[in-house]
Nanobody, 118 residues
Framework: QVQLVESGGGLVQPGGSLRLSCAAS????????MSWYRQAPGKERELVAR????????TYTDSVKGRFTISRDNAKNTVYLQMNSLKPEDTAVYYCYAYANLGSSGYWGQGTQVTVSS
């Protein structure tokens, strides 16, 4: 029943911007924290950003601080990742993840490809 659908990925030049969206259905969106992860070929999946359900407390991984912004719109059941000043090392498949609490298993989207290249 639960579905998370990412969109907004694509090919962008270094220094460019993309805005990713993740639309959720089949869950009470406002009760879930939302995260963005990414995975590059041959590398481990890593947390990029997280926004909590109630307080909207935000966490970023160091490599994206100052460049990426996570936000959520509970009325639209959607979480966003605004990515600015993109670098080739940002190239990865980006996944959204919904969690009820940090110790539990949540739900994954299918991923969207982001490629930063000249």
């Amino acid at each position: 029943q639960v579905q998370l659908v990412e969109s907004g990925g694509g090919l962008v030049q270094p220094g460019g911007s993309l805005r990713l969206s993740c639309a959720a259905s089949g869950l009470t969106f406002s009760s879930y924290g939302m995260s963005w992860y990414r995975q590059a070929p041959g590398k481990e999946r890593e947390l990029v950003a997280r926004i909590s359900s109630i307080t909207t407390w935000i966490t970023y991984t160091d490599s994206v601080k100052g460049r990426f912004t996570i936000s959520r719109d509970n009325a639209k059941n959607t979480v966003y990742l605004q990515m600015n000043s993109l670098k080739p090392e940002d190239t990865a498949v980006y996944y959204c993840y919904a969690y009820a609490n940090l110790g539990s298993s949540g739900y994954w989207g299918q991923g969207t490809q982001v490629t930063v290249s000249s």
